[in-house]
């Protein structure tokens, strides 16, 4: 029986082989592809994802930023929005950029959050139950955002910052 299992042993080496460099590549793959999405890249970065009713939509591809002595406009590269180091001095920075239909603005937004992921949760009616709408308020105006990328994840529920765009005219 020996004789038939050393038959076998060069074939098990190379299926346990195979095996182990399968697993490796199923636990970097998913890794490497959230990578790859939509994720800030380096300190002075930052990715912006746009819901809508719960619903993913283009997020935008450029942003104003402004401080009382500074403004500058960001482009999106690659993944993420490269935030600009003279910048870093501020306390508070007024974002804007526009995603399809609606201009969004955010005032007084803190310098430490231009790194890592910023999640926009926008509604047309009701926003989910974690977000806390007040009284009297125009749900359709408002924006809800979750900043990842530090150790716990900041929120902020500012009311006026979304408004329509105006629809082109057919002339």
């Known amino acids: 029986m020996r004789a038939g299992f050393g038959k076998l042993q060069p074939w098990l080496k190379f299926t346990g082989t195979m095996m182990c460099a399968l697993g490796l590549a199923l636990c970097v793959s998913p890794t490497r592809a959230a990578a790859q999405g939509i994720a800030a890249k380096g300190p002075h970065c930052f990715a912006i994802q746009v819901h809508l009713n719960g619903q993913p939509i283009s997020g935008p ?8 002595t500074l403004e ?3 482009a999106l590269n690659d993944t993420c929005f490269p935030f600009p180091t003279a910048m870093l001095k501020s306390e508070l920075i007024q974002v804007s950029f526009t995603v399809p239909g609606n201009s969004i603005h955010m005032s007084d937004v803190p310098a430490d959050v231009f790194s890592g992921q910023w999640d926009v949760e926008l ?11 007040p009284k009297h308020m125009n749900v359709s105006e408002m924006c809800a955002v979750v900043f990842r990328g530090a150790d716990t994840p900041e929120t902020l529920e500012e009311p006026h910052c979304r408004s329509p765009l105006a629809a082109k005219s057919a002339n």
Do not use: I, P
């Open 123 to 133: 509604a047309d009616k009701k926003f989910s139950n974690d977000v806390t709408v």
């Open 61 to 68: 591809r450029a942003v104003d930023l402004k401080t009382r």
């Open 72 to 74: 500058n406009t960001v």
